[in-house]
T-cell receptor, first 111, second 113 residues
Framework: EPEVTQTPSHQVTQMGQEVILRCVPI?????FYWYRQILGQKVEFLVS????????KSEIFDDQFSVERPDGSNFTLKIRSTKLEDSAMYFC?????????FGSGTRLTVV | QKEVEQNSGPLSVPEGAIASLNCTYS??????FFWYRQYSGKSPELIMS????GDKEDGRFTAQLNKASQYVSLLIRDSQPSDSATYLC?????????????FGKGTLLTVNP
């Protein structure tokens, strides 16, 4: 069964450093998303991406965040200057339409 | 602010029993509703989707939707210890673009052998 692949599975970074989280969506999917889940809290929408541009972003997705689809397969989330409160699980997802498949996630720990 | 509310639990049922999980949502325009299962430390896994009022069955799972009451439920028949997980209700945001989902906080289900 096709999968959404995320790397790395766990990243530890120092506060103020830049991180890039990587995702390979399912190949025939058109819509791509990033969500995050702080420990013990809800899964929260960050951004959706379609046709090579951001289609919607949440208030969490401020100027410190950016997304990119640098080639035909990868979809990345960059956090420019990490804060302690960015520590969370970050999930990539992709879909053809509504109801999507999540990747296994990247646990980001900011110290 | 669009909200999806679930009882956080824990909901504890004996093996073989029916587990009933409930969800209410605030966005009256929502058209698509999902149940995801999340094991501790893992990503959400889609188990059911429902789009119209009534019941939808898939194996041991039945999703129920009542748009007038803004209520979605999930029944798990013949519960197994492997069903022990957090169940997330997710609702498509009617005002957003491209299938954005709003999630509830989830209900922790424990199935006791």
């Amino acid at each position: 069964e096709p999968e959404v692949t995320q790397t790395p599975s766990h990243q530890v970074t120092q506060m103020g450093q830049e991180v890039i989280l990587r995702c390979v969506p399912i190949s025939n999917h058109l819509y791509f998303y990033w969500y995050r889940q702080i420990l013990g809290q809800k899964v929260e929408f960050l951004v959706s991406f379609y046709n090579n541009e951001i289609s919607e972003k949440s208030e969490i997705f401020d100027d410190q965040f950016s997304v990119e689809r640098p080639d035909g397969s990868n979809f990345t989330l960059k956090i420019r200057s990490t804060k302690l409160e960015d520590s969370a699980m970050y999930f990539c997802a992709s879909s053809v339409a509504v109801g999507y498949t999540f990747g296994s996630g990247t646990r980001l720990t900011v110290v | 602010q669009k909200e999806v509310e679930q009882n956080s639990g824990p909901l504890s049922v004996p093996e073989g029993a029916i587990a009933s999980l409930n969800c209410t949502y605030s966005d009256r325009g929502s058209q698509s509703f999902f149940w995801y299962r999340q094991y501790s430390g893992k990503s959400p896994e889609l188990i059911m989707s429902i789009y119209s009022n009534g019941d939808k069955e898939d194996g041991r799972f039945t999703a129920q939707l009542n748009k007038a009451s803004q209520y979605v439920s999930l029944l798990i028949r013949d519960s197994q210890p492997s069903d022990s997980a957090t169940y997330l209700c997710a609702v498509n945001d009617s005002g957003g673009s491209n299938y954005k989902l709003t999630f509830g906080k989830g209900t922790l289900l424990t199935v006791n052998p």
